[in-house]
């Protein structure tokens, strides 16, 4: 028998467990994109069932956004604390109960509790969700395959789109109900498949936990490997969120929600209000219609590309590039905001299709830039913050139009851009040929929890 030649398992290659693990994680923006969306489709049937009031329909399109914030704040120190394994089910399991229970409601203020769960759980599911991910891929696939995630927000969406429609035409007049509780049935699936799933090797390295460590790595890349393949070795320090800020780290939690706001108000703002915007612009009818469309697959198109550039290109020269050219597109719409037809749809298409980069990277930078006994808090403040911008963008956007017309708010988005390319040129890092040891180091002759374990030894 030949000798194991001791290989790190960041260059490992990749395997089916790699691949079905991706799938898994995947829920959570799939469902992000889902229940976020569907709620739009049915609005009308709700409001006039439950007698909504304009400040309800508000707060019952809003709660989902501040469950998220609070979510993805709880999510990331749990998972931290209580490893990825249990939270990655567990949240599942209240996804699909509270999206089963909206069936039930008969108040506005029993749909916006049920509303804000589901965010929270939501929230909760994407730090972990992506930080298990990220602690078992190897450093060759592990940016374009975090950064394809984002993708599937879209597919949720369209899904929630299409089956909401259907629903409304063969479901009567309990649509709504039947729409909303339709939720259940993706959860449940992703449920059943994330059963089984294993316990990050990096987490339990980090607690200690050698053996239940070397177990899981031989059941994932085989019996020849252990932990001694594991580039990240036992730290055993947990570290406060306070420690987290004051070792070092705390400039890489500003960089990481400074890029992940610029690129999503912006974002969030055109992809809600695309069809009023188009209009304002003088795009009116099926024009308005269909740039709609043309800027939701120019979205998509952005994405697909940027995920086929980000080791190619690097996660540097990705982020740069993206605000650049997707400002500049936003720089021109404000410049010439009653353009023919065909060249504001074109300016429109061109910053969904440039702002890719920077949408791909909201996945990966933050997994990549702090260390396993933090990487679940940092995503998930990340997460958190985004939740922000994105209400900032999507509610801001009407009053902008009305108060400061639509060259000043296209001047806005622009200035939003900038900051975002300015906060990238000073602070993005490359972590393109890192393992997700090395990327999280601060300084190259620096252990990664090397700061956080001084500061955790001065409390």
Not at 229 to 241: C, F, R, Y
Not at 366 to 384: I, W
Request: aromatic fraction near 10%; glycine fraction near 8%.
């Amino acid at each position: 028998m030949s000798k194991h030649v001791k290989t790190s398992l960041e260059d490992a290659p990749l395997n089916s467990f790699h691949k079905k693990l991706a799938v898994y994680s995947s829920a959570a923006p799939f469902l992000d994109g889902y229940i976020l969306s569907i709620i739009g489709v049915v609005m009308l049937q709700i409001s006039t069932a439950l007698h909504l009031t304009p400040m309800e329909e508000g707060m019952v399109a809003a709660s989902s956004l501040f469950g998220m914030f609070l979510g993805g704040f709880i999510g990331g120190i749990v998972t931290d604390k209580l490893g990825r394994k249990t939270l990655y089910l567990l949240v599942l399991v209240f996804l699909a109960l509270f999206s089963l229970g909206q069936f039930w409601v008969t108040s506005a203020a029993a749909l916006i509790s049920l509303r804000l769960l589901l965010g929270m759980a939501i929230g909760a599911d994407h730090p972990l969700a992506t930080s298990l991910l990220a602690e078992f891929l190897p450093k060759k696939q592990r940016g374009s395959i975090l950064a394809s995630l984002v993708m599937v927000w879209f597919i949720g969406a369209a899904a929630a789109y299409v089956v909401g429609e259907i629903i409304l035409r063969v479901a009567g007049e309990d649509a709504w109900r039947w729409a909303l509780a339709s939720a259940f049935v993706p959860a449940a699936i992703f449920l059943f498949l994330r059963v089984g799933t294993p316990e990050s090797a990096r987490w339990l390295m980090n607690k200690g936990r050698k053996a239940e460590a070397d177990a899981v790595i031989k059941k994932v890349y085989g019996a020849e490997f252990s932990i001694d393949d594991l580039p990240e070795k036992q730290h055993g320090h947990n570290v406060s969120i306070g420690q987290l800020f004051h070792s070092g780290y705390g400039k890489r939690i500003f960089f990481v929600s400074m890029f992940w706001t610029c690129a999503i108000i912006p974002q969030f703002a055109i992809y809600a209000f695309a069809p009023r915007i188009l209009q304002t612009m003088g795009l009116t009818g099926e024009w308005a219609a269909l740039g709609a469309v043309a800027i939701t697959l120019m979205f998509v198109a952005g994405c697909l590309g940027a995920v086929k550039l980000i080791n190619p290109l690097g996660r540097r020269k990705l982020l740069l590039h993206s605000f650049l050219w997707s400002g500049l597109a936003l720089l021109l719409l404000a410049i010439f905001p009653s353009s023919a037809a065909m060249a504001t749809l074109v300016f429109f298409c061109a910053y969904a299709l440039f702002i890719g980069g920077a949408q791909v990277l909201e996945y990966v930078y933050p997994n990549e830039l702090f260390p396993t006994e933090v990487r679940g808090t940092a995503v998930g403040l990340a997460t958190s913050l985004s939740r922000i911008g994105a209400a900032v963008g999507t509610y801001l956007i009407p009053l902008s139009l009305t108060t400061l017309g639509i060259a000043n708010t296209m001047y806005v988005a622009f200035g939003i851009s900038v900051v975002g390319f300015v906060v990238a040129l000073f602070m993005a890092p490359e972590t393109r040929a890192m393992d997700l040891h090395n990327s999280s180091v601060i300084a190259p002759d620096a252990q990664p929890v090397a700061a956080l374990k001084r500061s955790a030894e001065l409390k």
